[in-house]
C-alpha cells in the first residue's frame, strides 16, 4: 500500500469515528441511549438495518463465493422481502404498543420472567459469538494479505466501535452507519466499475455474462428438492423466510434499529425499504464476484488465493510437488485463456455448433483447474494442516490489492472496515442493552434511577466489545465466514422465532410450556446440526443449514404444545 492509501484508509475512519462522537455524545437517560429518542426517519432506519446486516463478511467472502460456485447463493435472500411484510405488520405495532427497550420484555408481560431471560440468554450467546466473527473476519483476511498483526487488527476494529457505540448508543450506531453504507456503495460500484475496465477491449459487459453463464456462474435458481444442498429456492423461500423473520423481528441487534422510529409508519417503511433493496443489492455483490471470476479468466491467478498457503509450503518438503503443480496451472492458464478468446470470437460469428464446442471446450478446462485447485488444498494441508485450504474469503482482497490503482486500495479496504464496525455497533449495542435491560435491571437492579441504568448500558456495552475483541483474538477461520454467522444464527433464531409465535398466535399455551419447550427444542436443533450438518464436509451435510430455522421454529411450536397438553392433562387427573 501507497501512502496516498493509507491516508485514504485512516481519513474516511477517523471521519466516521469523530462524526459519530461529536453528533451524539451526551446522553440525557437510558430511553435516549437505547432508542435513541425515538425520532428516526424510515431512510436512516432502512439503512442502518441493511448496515447492521451487511458486515465485512458480506463484502469479503461473498464475491469469493460467487468466484467458486456462482450466484446461487442470492436464493438465500428470497424469503427477506417476505419475512418484511409480516414484520411490519405482526412485530413492529406491537413493539411500538407496547413501549418496549427490547424485543424480549413482552415475552414477560406475555409469559413470565424466565422465558424472558431464557430468550436474552440464547441472544446473548448466539450474538456474541457473531461480534466477534465480525471483528476476526476481516483481521484474518487482512493480516494475512497485508502481513499486518492480527491482534493489532482486532483492537484497532474493537476500539473504533467501543468509541462511538459507547458514548452515543443506538443514535451513534444509526448516524454513523448512513456514512458507512454510503463508503461501502462507492467502494463495490468502484470495484465493479475496475474489474470491467481491466477486461480484453473486445469483451463487453454482454460477452463477460455469457462467459460467466458458459462457466455456470449464473445459474442463480435452482428447483430442486434436495435438502442437502445449501441453496436452492425453496431452502431460500422457507429457511431463508424463517431466518430473515427472526432476525429482523426477534433479533435485538436488528429491533433496536426500528424501535428507535419515530413511528410505526417510519419504522414500517424503514424495513419495507430494506426488503426492497437487500436482494438488489447481495444481487450485485454477488456480480462483483462473477466479474472476478470472468476477469482472471484472461489473467493469472494462484492456485490458492491465501497467501499464508504459499508462505507454508516455501518452507515445507512439499515445496517441489506444489511448484510443479504451479507450472501445471500456468500451462493451464495459456489454453484456458486462448479458449475464452476463441469462444469470444464464436460469439460473435453466432454459429450454435461453434458456440457450444467452446462452451464444452472452456468447461473442460475449467474442470481440470477445479481438480487442480484441489489437489494443491490437499498438499497445503499436508504441509500445515492448521492454515486454511478454502480460500474463498481472500479472492476479493486479492483482486484488490494486486489490481486497483493506488488511492482506490485505501477506499475499497476502508469498505472492509466499515463494514466490520457497522455490523459490531449494532451487536455491541445490542449486547449492552439485552444485559442491562433483561438481566441487570429486571433480575438484579430493578429499583435504581434512570442515570444508574445509563452508565449500566454503557459499563455493559464496553464490556462486550471488549469480550468480542478477545473471542476475535483466539478464533478459527472456518469453511467460508458469512456462512459460519448464518449457522450460527440458524441454530438459535428458529427457536427464539418459534417462542414469539406462541406468544402472538397460540394464547392458551403458558409459561412453564413454553420455557421447557424452549430449551429442548434448543437441544434439539443442535443435535440435529452436529449429526446432519458438523459431522460432515462442505457439500456433503444431509441437510442444508437453513432448513434448520425452519425446524427449529417447528419443533418449538409442537413441544411447547405438547407440554401444555400433558400438564393441563395432569391438573385435570389431580382433580
Given amino acids: 500500500m501507497e501512502l496516498i492509501d493509507w491516508i485514504v484508509l485512516a481519513g474516511t475512519l477517523a471521519f466516521i ?35 447492521t446486516q451487511a458486515s465485512a463478511i458480506t463484502f469479503l467472502s461473498t464475491p469469493g463465493q460467487a468466484f467458486h460456485d456462482g450466484m446461487g447463493f442470492v436464493q438465500f435472500y428470497f424469503g427477506q422481502p417476505i419475512a418484511m ?29 424466565k422465558t424472558r431471560k431464557l430468550a436474552a440468554i440464547l441472544f446473548l450467546i448466539q450474538r456474541g459469538l457473531a461480534a466477534g466473527i465480525t471483528i476476526y473476519a476481516p483481521a484474518i483476511i487482512l493480516s494475512a494479505v497485508l502481513g499486518w498483526d492480527l491482534k493489532t487488527l482486532n ?4 476500539i473504533l466501535v467501543i468509541i462511538y457505540t459507547v458514548s452515543g448508543g443506538t443514535k451513534a450506531v444509526s448516524v454513523t452507519q448512513k456514512q458507512q453504507m454510503f463508503v461501502i456503495m462507492v467502494g463495490m460500484f468502484t470495484a465493479f466499475y475496475l474489474v470491467l475496465s481491466f477486461l480484453p477491449e473486445d469483451i463487453s459487459f454482454g460477452k463477460a455474462l455469457k462467459i460467466a453463464g458458459a462457466n ?134 453466432k454459429d450454435y455448433e461453434m458456440i457450444v ?53 485505501g477506499l475499497l479496504l476502508a469498505v472492509i472496515f466499515s463494514a466490520a464496525m457497522s455490523s459490531t455497533a449494532s451487536e455491541l449495542n445490542a449486547l449492552g442493552t439485552i444485559t442491562t435491560m433483561d438481566l441487570y435491571k429486571r433480575g438484579f437492579r430493578n429499583d435504581r434511577s434512570q442515570k ?17 475483541i478477545l473471542f476475535a483474538s483466539f478464533g478459527s477461520l472456518v469453511d467460508n465466514l458469512i456462512q459460519l454467522v448464518n449457522i ?20 392458551f399455551i403458558r409459561g412453564n410450556a413454553v420455557f421447557f419447550g424452549a430449551i429442548v427444542t434448543q437441544l434439539l436443533v443442535i443435535l440435529i446440526y452436529y449429526y446432519f450438518i458438523h459431522r460432515y464436509e462442505a457439500g456433503e451435510e444431509k441437510l442444508g443449514y437453513l432448513w434448520l430455522n425452519f425446524i427449529g421454529c417447528a419443533l418449538m411450536i409442537v413441544i411447547s404444545l405438547f407440554f401444555e397438553l400433558l400438564n393441563r392433562s395432569r391438573n385435570v387427573i389431580n382433580r
Fill in 17 to 51: 469515528v469523530i462524526y459519530g462522537y461529536l453528533k451524539t455524545k451526551g446522553s440525557k437517560d437510558v430511553k435516549e441511549y437505547i432508542l435513541g429518542g425515538n425520532d428516526a426517519k424510515w431512510w436512516t432506519i432502512g439503512l442502518s438495518v441493511m448496515a
Fill in 85 to 113: 411484510v409480516f414484520i411490519c405488520l405482526i412485530f413492529i405495532p406491537i413493539y411500538h404498543k407496547l413501549k418496549v427497550y427490547t424485543a424480549y420484555e413482552l415475552l414477560e408481560n406475555r409469559f413470565d420472567l
Fill in 155 to 158: 483492537i484497532i476494529i474493537g
Fill in 216 to 349: 455456470n456462474k449464473l445459474d442463480i435458481l435452482d428447483f430442486s428438492l434436495d435438502t442437502s444442498s445449501r441453496y436452492t429456492f425453496w431452502s431460500g423461500i422457507t429457511g431463508g423466510f424463517f431466518l430473515a423473520f427472526a432476525y429482523f423481528g426477534t433479533d435485538q441487534s436488528q429491533v433496536q434499529r426500528y424501535l428507535s422510529g419515530k413511528s410505526v409508519r417510519e419504522s414500517q417503511l424503514g424495513l419495507v425499504f430494506n426488503g426492497l433493496f437487500k436482494v438488489p443489492m447481495q444481487f450485485f455483490i454477488l456480480l462483483v464476484g462473477v466479474m472476478v471470476f470472468v476477469f482472471y479468466q484472461y489473467n493469472n491467478s494462484p492456485l490458492n488465493f491465501n497467501p499464508a498457503a504459499a508462505a507454508a509450503i516455501e518452507n515445507s518438503q512439499y515445496k517441489e510437488e506444489y511448484q510443479h503443480l504451479e507450472k501445471e496451472h500456468e500451462e493451464l492458464e495459456r489454453k484456458k485463456k486462448m479458449a475464452q478468446e476463441h469462444y469470444s470470437a464464436v460469439l460473435d460469428v
Fill in 357 to 409: 464446442a467452446g462452451k464444452n471446450r472452456i468447461q473442460a478446462i475449467n474442470k481440470i483447474e477445479r481438480e487442480q485447485r484441489e489437489k494443491a488444498r490437499e498438499i497445503i494441508e499436508k504441509a500445515d494442516p492448521s492454515i486454511e485450504t478454502n480460500d474463498k474469503d481472500y479472492v476479493f482482497i486479492h483482486f484488490i490489492l494486486n489490481n486497483i490503482p493506488k488511492g482506490l486500495i
Fill in 452 to 468: 444508574h441504568y445509563l452508565n449500566a448500558s454503557r459499563w455493559f456495552t464496553l464490556l462486550w466489545g471488549l469480550v468480542a
Fill in 488 to 507: 450460527i444464527g440458524s441454530i438459535f433464531y428458529g427457536t427464539v422465532l418459534g417462542i414469539f409465535l406462541v406468544a402472538f398466535f397460540i394464547k
